[in-house]
């Protein structure tokens, strides 16, 4: 399809707005926008137009959109949905450059009629360019601009100006964006601008997310994800966002099976694999929230002040079971927990002798008792510059007026002694206590492992935006890839599009006679393997097609066994000689393949191989096209990856032909999206440094 920005400026920003079904009612939905616009200073022109009146909430109605006078930027359309299709067409006629559809009933629901009439809406608009929002949506806002073009309740609300801001929201659910506005204003974080793309018959999702990461004065982009039609849509997208140093926070919804319906059902939306949308989050530095409440923590983690790149984190705590869970939670984040140097714990113990001074820090409870006990601590902690980031454990003392004053008086100094330090707070606070802290420029948590786990996955983050943007792999140059459609290529000629790709093969020969098995083994003079070749039989030893460690003398004899085995076994099955290639040694067996996800395309396995690679399941993914350096992390995320990086006895492989060999795969496999549906490499041998790699075994099927 291709991203399309034109229009969505009339979304955020218009100048004038219609409501088509106004109502004089502000509690209704034809009714709320109009009194939202003229509560949040809207300063553009508002035009209700509905035929049964002259006058709507003190503002002069019209009877049809051709009848206002000037032109509409944006028209608000609340009516029943049989009137929508003519609103739709009367929107374009009078030329309004974009059109929000509030009403439900469309392809949401399941039924023909429903489909039909969407299908048409997404017409009207490729046909004439008008830009459609919805249907089935809550709208858009940008409070910064006025502009409250939704009926949520949520717009009744107003936005503190000490919250966190610069931090965009788009969801797929308007009940779930209203909610996270609202969430969002009690952890003390605006949402502004945000939008609800409900049904998308035209405008999209990854539309919007590239719009607003063109947007200056956007910091952070939070999204709640049930499907994407377009994959390639949502990764040009995700790279506006990456290469404009905006970080992402997705939560993605239809994991499970379950799941899945309920979003193919609501939103009307192919829903890409689990594994394949991970490779995404990895591949485009994505923040993936776990639940709405960890999407706002994220946001407003991101939002609240710079992020420092650097993974040293140390813990100061009143309790040391907190300190425990925080250094578990470090860990699950990449955070790093280093001790603090001696000479500074010394001095750590000086100040209380009963401190643990490891890392986490325990002041124990004292702390309340003695007032400069957390001051003391804090001041050395950062004096000692050992750590990039600090965060602190208080418990509930924030909730009483007697203690509060303990850490706000310590924490105010300290960050003005360390004005660049990175320092988070969680403790149960009263508001008062927040907003102070918060004004000193210090983050605040209630939970503990929130706070850790909050703060290591948006330094992770941090860390990859930093990073240079790879570029586009260019491509193989492997021309026609003469895959049938449906048909399951035989090995050898699987083999001769993989070098074709360039991926190193084994030496090879087909045969179709023992004479010429016997000539064949005599060229290639090692030890062979000797297997069937049969694009029906992707398990070739479980009918005894495959014998090993076959010499010169005794080629013929294998072959003329390996041929009665398959027959016997799998008559039905079409044989198309016998393959022998050399018995390679010492290598590392991995696996590496290409599956067509619906949505997302050509997406690449990685894995330790062999014949336990099913029930290991040791594997990671990342979608194609991706650089060697891509290639190399893929190789980092395996749990197995100490067999590849330091071999018992043995020198480390060769990661970086692999690494070349995984990006040559997955550019071969985006080049020819259109003509393979899967491609399995098992084994593919990784060996010592400097020795390269090498496939033994592949099956492409055509799609």
Not at 91 to 113: N, R, W
Not at 217 to 245: C, F, H, P, Q
Not at 283 to 303: K, M, P, R
Not at 440 to 447: M, P, W
Request: proline residues 6%; charged residues 20%; glycine residues 10%.
């Amino acid at each position: 399809m291709g991203l399309n920005l034109s229009g969505l400026q009339a979304l955020f920003e218009p100048r004038s707005i219609a409501i088509l079904g106004a109502s004089s009612d502000p509690a209704k939905i034809g009714g709320r926008p109009i009194s939202f616009l003229r509560d949040n200073g809207f300063t553009g022109v508002i035009y209700p137009v509905n035929p049964r009146h002259a006058e709507i909430q003190g503002l002069t109605a019209y009877a049809s959109l051709a009848d206002i006078p000037q032109p509409v930027d944006l028209a608000l359309i609340s009516v029943p949905r049989p009137a929508v299709l003519e609103a739709v067409q009367a929107c374009a006629d009078a030329g309004v450059t974009a059109a929000t559809i509030f009403s439900a009933g469309f392809a949401e629901t399941g039924d023909e009629q429903g489909r039909l009439l969407q299908a048409q809406i997404a017409g009207i608009a490729r046909d004439t360019g008008l830009r459609v929002l919805g249907p089935n949506c809550l709208g858009s806002v940008s409070r910064r601009h006025g502009v409250s073009a939704s009926f949520a309740a949520s717009e009744r609300e107003s936005r503190p100006a000490g919250n966190v801001g610069g931090i965009a929201l788009i969801s797929q659910s308007g009940a779930v964006a209203a909610y996270c506005v609202l969430a969002g204003l009690r952890r003390g974080v605006t949402f502004d601008p945000w939008i609800s793309t409900g049904n998308e018959a035209d405008v999209q999702l990854a539309d919007c997310l590239a719009y607003l990461a063109l947007d200056d004065d956007v910091k952070v982009i939070a999204l709640y994800l049930e499907g994407s039609r377009d994959g390639d849509d949502l990764r040009a997208a995700l790279t506006i966002a990456r290469d404009r140093g905006k970080p992402v926070i997705v939560m993605k919804a239809g994991r499970s099976e379950a799941g899945s319906k309920a979003a193919a059902s609501h939103t009307a939306s192919l829903v890409g694999s689990e594994q394949t949308f991970l490779a995404l989050a990895r591949q485009y530095n994505v923040c993936l929230a776990e639940s709405l409440d960890d999407l706002i923590n994220l946001a407003y983690t991101f939002g609240f002040a710079p992020l420092p790149t650097g993974t040293r984190t140390g813990v100061i705590t009143s309790s040391g079971g907190a300190g425990i869970l925080m250094a578990d939670a470090a860990d699950d984040v990449g955070l790093q927990m280093p001790p603090l140097p001696a000479d500074v714990q010394a001095e750590l113990r000086a100040v209380w002798p009963a401190a643990g001074v490891g890392n986490p820090i325990d002041t124990t409870g004292q702390l309340v008792n003695d007032g400069r006990l957390l001051s003391e601590f804090l001041q050395v902690a950062l004096r000692s510059r050992a750590f990039d980031s600090l965060i602190v454990f208080l418990s509930y003392i924030g909730m009483f007026p007697d203690w509060s004053p303990v850490a706000v008086d310590a924490l105010r100094d300290a960050k003005a002694k360390y004005p660049d330090a990175e320092i988070s707070v969680a403790m149960l606070t009263t508001p008062q206590v927040r907003r102070q802290l918060q004004s000193f420029g210090i983050r605040t948590f209630d939970d503990p492992t929130t706070a850790v786990r909050a703060l290591g996955r948006a330094i992770t983050v941090i860390r990859g935006l930093a990073e240079d943007s790879p570029l586009p792999p260019t491509g193989s140059g492997a021309g026609t890839v003469p895959v049938p459609a449906g048909t399951v290529l035989s090995e050898f000629d699987s083999a001769a599009l993989l070098e074709a790709a360039g991926i190193p093969v084994a030496a090879r020969r087909r045969v179709r006679s023992a004479a010429q098995a016997a000539s064949a083994a005599a060229e290639l003079a090692v030890p062979l393997a000797v297997k069937v070749i049969s694009a029906d039989l992707l398990h070739k030893s479980d009918v005894g097609g495959v014998i090993l460690n076959v010499t010169g003398p005794d080629a013929a004899a294998a072959y003329q066994q390996v041929i009665a085995s398959v027959q016997a076994a799998a008559p039905d099955a079409v044989i198309d000689g016998v393959l022998l290639s050399p018995m390679i040694s010492g290598g590392t067996e991995t696996i590496i393949g290409v599956s067509n996800d619906p949505v997302f395309g050509p997406t690449v396995m990685f894995g330790l191989g062999g014949v336990f690679v099913e029930s290991i399941r040791d594997v990671t993914f990342r979608l194609a096209p991706f650089t060697p350096d891509e290639a190399l992390r893929m190789v980092g995320e395996i749990r197995g990856r100490a067999v590849l990086e330091s071999p018992r006895g043995q020198p480390p492989r060769d990661l970086n032909a692999l690494a070349r060999t995984l990006s040559a795969l997955s550019v071969y496999a985006d080049e020819h999206r259109d003509d393979i549906a899967s491609i399995d490499v098992n084994p593919l041998l990784v060996l010592a440094d400097g020795e390269g790699v090498l496939a033994v075994d592949a099956v492409i099927t055509g799609r």
